[in-house]
């Protein structure tokens, strides 16, 4: 079956710099994808990586090396407002169309 | 605006009674998902439907039921037989090309009292 398996919680300080890594157990590979979600809020789509490599939006960067399972999302600059949770999620590799699985997530706790 | 509306924000009913959550998308997207969420949990799927009047079980719909008669509308009732039904519920779609890019509602909070 499916699986990813990605940290519970990290903390970190404003201005620094936070790596969450994900590992990925799947029968099929479609790409990695990363989520935003704040306390009560829906999920926001931050990044999907289907190749090896990394891809940058602004502050935020996603790796992905498909050799190792492996992928991350990088936050620079750390702001209060990036105090969240961050999901990993691939696409199943059973089904012909869109269905998506997800991590745990990873609490991000940003202190001044 | 184009977006995903789910109504209400916040449900309360009596154990026993079917509740059904609303879920509308305008953005023309053939996909449609629902999940739940416990507290500091990830999402686990219960239904999800690639195209109108056809619509497939995820990880745990037992207790649970989908319709998909028009594209924009994909509502999910949470049934008697579901035997934890408090949790937070969303909504997604996407469109066919980019199944990897959803786009959430902003939730229906349920609590079962």
């Known amino acids: 079956g499916q699986s990813l398996e990605q940290p519970s919680e990290v903390t970190a300080v404003e201005g620094a710099i936070v790596q969450i890594n994900c590992t990925y157990q799947t029968s099929g590979f479609y790409g990695l994808s990363w989520y935003q979600q704040h306390d009560g809020g829906a999920p926001t789509f931050l990044s999907y990586?289907?190749?090896?490599g990394l891809e940058e939006t602004g502050r935020f960067s996603s790796f992905l090396s498909r050799s190792d399972s492996y992928g991350y999302l990088l936050l620079q600059e750390l702001q209060m407002k990036d105090s969240a949770s961050y999901f990993c999620?691939?696409?199943?590799?059973?089904?012909?169309?869109?269905?998506?699985?997800f991590g745990q997530g990873t609490e991000l706790s940003v202190k001044p | 605006d184009g977006g995903i509306t789910q109504s209400p924000k916040y449900l309360f009913r009596k154990e026993g009674q079917n509740v059904t959550l609303s879920c509308e998308q305008n953005?023309?997207?053939?996909?449609m998902y629902w999940y739940r969420q416990d507290p500091g949990q990830g999402l686990r799927l219960i239904y999800y439907s690639q195209i109108v009047n056809d619509f497939q079980k995820g990880d745990i719909a037992e207790g649970y039921s989908v319709s998909r008669e028009k594209k924009e509308s994909f509502p999910l009732t949470v049934t008697s037989a579901q035997k934890n039904p408090t949790a937070f519920y969303l909504c997604?779609?996407?469109?066919?090309?980019?199944?990897?890019?959803?786009?959430f509602g902003p939730g229906t909070r349920l609590t079962v009292l």
């Open positions: 997604a779609s996407t469109p066919a090309a980019a199944y990897n890019e959803q786009f």
């Open positions: 999620a691939v696409r199943d590799g059973g089904n012909q169309g869109g269905k998506l699985i």
């Open positions: 990586n289907a190749l090896d």
């Open positions: 953005l023309n997207h053939d996909a």
